[in-house]
């Protein structure tokens, strides 16, 4: 069962970063669509295998935007952390190593040192 946890806040995770990237892109409503629908189907089966979630969180309208999915799908994830801190993949950058002196996110440029 904790496997299969861990498994399923990885995937509200991709969900979280895949709505946050059609609201940043404006996508088309579809998309917006497929994560609320994923999302509901995540929290299903957590509410089965965690019945403790099942008051916590409440199903997403599918007409639902793509910043609420967003919040949903971290908030839902950051539940199952067990330390307490989020796993921000996206937004790791790093100083030195390998010629690396900067990465760039979206039109802003992060430059080390």
């Known amino acids: 069962?904790?496997?299969?946890?861990?498994?399923?806040?990885?995937?509200?995770?991709?969900?979280?970063?895949?709505?946050?990237?059609?609201?940043?892109?404006?996508?088309?409503?579809?998309?917006?669509?497929?994560?609320?629908?994923?999302?509901?189907?995540?929290?299903?089966?957590?509410?089965?295998?965690?019945p403790a979630v099942r008051p916590l969180f409440t199903e997403l309208s599918e007409d639902a935007s793509p910043d609420v999915i967003r919040i949903a799908a971290r908030e839902l994830?950051?539940?199952f952390e067990e330390d307490g801190r989020e796993q921000h993949d996206f937004y790791r950058f790093h100083?030195?190593?390998?010629?690396?002196?900067?990465?760039?996110?979206?039109?802003?440029a992060i430059h080390c040192g």
């Open 1 to 50: 069962m904790a496997e299969e946890t861990t498994k399923l806040a990885n995937v509200l995770r991709r969900i979280a970063r895949a709505a946050g990237y059609a609201a940043w892109n404006k996508s088309e409503p579809d998309a917006a669509r497929f994560c609320a629908r994923q999302y509901n189907k995540v929290l299903a089966r957590l509410s089965e295998l965690e």
């Open 77 to 79: 994830a950051a539940y």
């Open 95 to 108: 100083c030195g190593g390998r010629g690396r002196r900067g990465v760039r996110f979206g039109r802003v």
